[in-house]
């Protein structure tokens, strides 16, 4: 039987994607539009500023493509914290003029493979107390950067390789080498990882934040290079989008009036 690497995890998280259904919105007059607008603006307002306390975070995307038209992500100390936030958007006006289509729930995730490389050892206590380790737990949205990338991914449990029947040391260098490759691009993305085992239909969510999309789209190509990725990953959709600070929320909605 395979070593099991432990996991240290912070918050929980959900990813939550809708369409602007963009005929019934229309359809709305002007003043009840400013109204639903108002209401919804009220919303993201509280959501973005209430986990300042260092409880949370939460963040407004406007996505590319056909996809979706918008992402909300929020991070929270607890599961019943993010029902709550959920609820609290679908008794919205606005919730009547979305249409779902695709949520991911995850917690913050960091293996004891980079926590012990990076802190030196320890007990699970100790490496719990580390800055390093508060912050991937507990990471903060960057406002500064404005592009985020959105991705699901498994390891393979394939006919020819099986992460989860490899050598604990093998996986630890693959690891390792994997790790090198992000902190190249340490100052221009931050990444937040995400795990979902048991969780949801894949094993990790990546979320990506940057000032350019390019050094993202460079990242994520660079690494499918490591051993680790070429072997074992699979990925399921990408979803990419730009930040939208509450105050722009309305004309988002009025960008096709």
Same mark, same amino acid.
């Given at each position: 039987?395979?070593?099991?690497?432990?996991?240290? #995890?912070?918050?929980?998280?959900?990813?939550?994607?809708?369409?602007?259904?963009?005929?019934?919105?229309?359809?709305?007059?002007?003043?009840?539009?400013?109204? /639903?607008? +108002?209401?919804?603006?009220?919303?993201?307002?509280?959501?973005?500023?209430?986990?300042?306390?260092?409880?949370?975070?939460?963040?407004? $995307?406007?996505?590319?493509?056909?996809? +979706?038209?918008?992402?909300? /992500?929020?991070?929270?100390?607890?599961?019943?914290?993010?029902?709550?936030? !959920?609820?609290?958007?679908?008794?919205?006006?606005?919730?009547?003029?979305?249409?779902?289509?695709?949520?991911? &729930?995850?917690?913050? !995730?960091?293996?004891?493979?980079?926590?012990?490389?990076?802190?030196?050892?320890? =007990?699970?206590? *100790?490496?719990?107390?580390?800055?390093?380790?508060?912050?991937?737990?507990?990471?903060? /949205?960057?406002?500064?950067?404005?592009?985020?990338?959105?991705?699901?991914?498994?390891?393979?449990?394939?006919?020819?390789?099986?992460? $989860? +029947?490899?050598? $604990? #040391?093998?996986?630890?260098?693959?690891?390792?080498?994997?790790?090198?490759?992000?902190?190249?691009?340490?100052?221009?993305?931050?990444?937040?990882?995400?795990?979902?085992?048991?969780?949801? @239909?894949?094993?990790?969510?990546?979320?990506?934040?940057? =000032?350019?999309?390019?050094?993202?789209?460079?990242?994520?190509? *660079?690494?499918?290079? @490591?051993?680790?990725?070429?072997?074992?990953?699979?990925?399921?959709? &990408? $979803?990419?989008?730009?930040?939208?600070?509450?105050? *722009?929320?309305?004309?988002?909605?009025?960008?096709?009036?």
């Amino acid at each position: 039987m395979a070593d099991v690497p432990g996991t240290l #995890e912070g918050w929980y998280a959900l990813h939550s994607f809708h369409r602007i259904d963009w005929s019934r919105w229309l359809a709305v007059p002007q003043s009840e539009q400013e109204a /639903i607008l +108002a209401e919804a603006l009220t919303f993201f307002q509280r959501e973005e500023t209430a986990p300042i306390s260092g409880e949370g975070a939460s963040a407004l $995307y406007q996505v590319i493509g056909h996809k +979706a038209d918008l992402m909300q /992500i929020h991070l929270r100390p607890t599961l019943e914290d993010l029902l709550a936030v !959920e609820l609290a958007f679908n008794e919205l006006r606005i919730a009547r003029f979305v249409i779902p289509t695709y949520s991911y &729930f995850s917690v913050t !995730e960091l293996s004891l493979y980079e926590a012990q490389a990076r802190g030196g050892g320890g =007990s699970e206590a *100790e490496l719990m107390a580390q800055p390093f380790v508060q912050k991937r737990l507990k990471p903060p /949205i960057p406002a500064e950067k404005n592009y985020v990338c959105f991705y699901p991914m498994n390891k393979r449990r394939g006919e020819t390789v099986n992460w $989860y +029947a490899a050598d $604990y #040391e093998e996986r630890r260098r693959l690891m390792r080498e994997h790790a090198t490759t992000g902190r190249k691009y340490a100052e221009q993305i931050t990444q937040m990882i995400t795990g979902s085992t048991g969780l949801d @239909d894949w094993e990790w969510g990546v979320t990506l934040f940057g =000032s350019d999309p390019l050094p993202i789209k460079k990242l994520v190509y *660079e690494m499918r290079f @490591d051993e680790v990725s070429a072997k074992y990953a699979e990925f399921g959709s &990408f $979803y990419v989008g730009r930040r939208v600070p509450v105050a *722009e929320l309305a004309g988002l909605f009025r960008s096709r009036a």
